[in-house]
């Protein structure tokens, strides 16, 4: 009876063993269709998200592809105020959108160094850019310009004018403000950053 007894423990115990080591082996198994079936469910909304975007920016991709370079549009402003000798600022965020069907955000900021500045005035609203950059990378980077804004019972319309060495452009903004004023000489640094843009294709 012992050594029956023996012989039927030492089946059983290697019987589990196998079965533990088939469980072990089963798990990561487990593990790696989760991890597939997580990275298919992300792709999937990269995908939608990329559809939307795409399908809301056709028509700036068409424009761009009219006018034959990267354009804007968004919100903004400026304000300033001197005598030859003062201060000036401005800055906006657009979505921008060139010829090659890429799409992107820019942020852009920047004014005077303590001159070249005539009047008193500030304005913010929309804001629509047009430039001769074949790309949006290229409107990154700093710039050199200047502009004028006026007023009428509030309703205010600036144009600026900016150069660098690898785009020149023209910005409207056309919002609320008070007063005028005229800037030169104004330096500008723009970031279009590579994670907030995406390339949809050139329309046909």
Excluded at 32 to 59: D, E, F, M, Q, Y
Aim: net charge positive; glycine share 24%; with cysteine.
């Amino acid at each position: 009876m012992s050594i029956g007894f023996r012989s039927l423990s030492r089946n059983y115990l290697l019987a589990l063993g196998h079965r533990t080591a088939s469980l072990g082996s089963f798990r990561p198994a487990i593990s790696r269709r989760g991890n597939s079936s997580g990275g298919s469910i992300l792709n999937g909304i990269r995908n939608i998200i990329k559809t939307v975007v795409c399908t809301a920016t056709a028509p700036l991709v068409q424009m761009a592809q009219t006018g034959g370079g990267a354009i804007g549009i968004g919100l903004g402003g400026s304000a300033g105020a001197g005598v030859m000798f003062g201060v000036s600022i401005q800055g906006g965020v657009q979505v921008v959108a060139d010829p090659r069907g890429n799409i992107g955000i820019a942020f852009t900021g920047g004014g005077n160094p303590g001159y070249g500045v005539l009047g008193v005035g500030g304005n913010v609203g929309v804001q629509f850019t047009r430039s001769n950059a074949g790309s949006i990378s290229d409107l990154g980077g700093q710039s050199f310009g200047g502009g004028v804004s006026g007023s009428v019972s509030g309703v205010a319309i600036s144009v600026d004018v900016s150069g660098s060495r690898t785009a020149q452009s023209v910005t409207t903004t056309t919002g609320v403000g008070v007063g005028g004023k005229g800037t030169g000489l104004a330096v500008t640094g723009t970031a279009v950053p590579g994670l907030l843009s995406t390339n949809c294709g050139a329309n046909p």
